[in-house]
T-cell receptor
Framework: AQSVTQPDIHITVSEGASLELRCNYS??????LFWYVQSPGQGLQLLLK??????LVQGIKGFEAEFKRSQSSFNLRKPSVHWSDAAEYFC????????????FGKGTRLHILP | DTGVSQDPRHKITKRGQNVTFRCDPI?????LYWYRQTLGQGPEFLTY????????KSRLLSDRFSAERPKGSFSTLEIQRTEQGDSAMYLC???????????FGDGTRLSIL
């Protein structure tokens, strides 16, 4: 069965600084991978997804993520954060061709210092 | 705006009461998903529909829970005889089909007194 680990519960960065949120997955084959963002009291918004092909995936809002099979990782990055990026970020995994059943990590809350 | 609306946004009820939530995706969303999210956790899959057919149910979905999508459009999630542990955010998502992104509504927050 698939699982997702987000090792950092909270991350604090200064506005304008670079960001990397870590995600490790467990799955026997090449999975489908996702990053979602959730603002307080709201639903989730898809930032980017990886199904196949180029392992560096570009998403919305200036985010990107890199799939590294050897490390079972799918870390999210942004070169320069904005105060509006403060939110909770969820990494998620699904079995190939089973994107109907997405397994989410516990999330990383991002705090931005002015 | 994802086009997925959920009603109500908040529901407060006493333990033992029945509650029903509604989800309205856009017409192109052939698939509809329900998730539950508790504090400090990511969403957990409950069930999903392909049009009006309920194709999979999680073990989290006890016999007190029932979901329907009668005409393949809106969906309802009912919880009977609510318990304290049912307090959570219930999220609905729609997608256009396999390998298409899931678009989430803002959720219904359920509080059990």
């Amino acid at each position: 069965a698939q699982s997702v680990t987000q090792p950092d519960i909270h991350i604090t960065v200064s506005e304008g600084a670079s960001l990397e949120l870590r995600c490790n997955y467990s799955y026997g084959a090449t999975p489908y991978l996702f990053w979602y963002v959730q603002s307080p009291g709201q639903g989730l918004q898809l930032l980017l997804k990886y199904f196949s092909g180029d392992t560096l995936v570009q998403g919305i809002k200036g985010f990107e993520a890199e799939f590294k099979r050897s490390q079972s990782s799918f870390n999210l990055r942004k070169p320069s954060v904005h105060w509006s990026d403060a939110a909770e970020y969820f990494c998620a995994v699904a079995a190939m061709n089973r994107d109907d059943k997405i397994i989410f990590g516990k999330g990383t809350r991002l705090h931005i210092l002015p | 705006d994802t086009g997925v609306s959920q009603d109500p946004r908040h529901k407060i009820t006493k333990r033992g009461q029945n509650v029903t939530f509604r989800c309205d995706p856009i017409s192109e969303h052939n698939r509809l998903y329900w998730y539950r999210q508790t504090l400090g956790q990511g969403p957990e899959f409950l069930t999903y529909f392909q049009n009006e057919a309920q194709l999979e149910k999680s073990r989290l979905l006890s016999d007190r829970f029932s979901a329907e999508r009668p005409k393949g459009s809106f969906s309802t999630l009912e919880i009977q005889r609510t318990e304290q542990g049912d307090s959570a955010m219930y999220l609905c998502a729609g997608s256009r089909g396999p390998n298409q992104p899931q678009h989430f509504g803002d959720g219904t927050r359920l509080s059990i007194l």
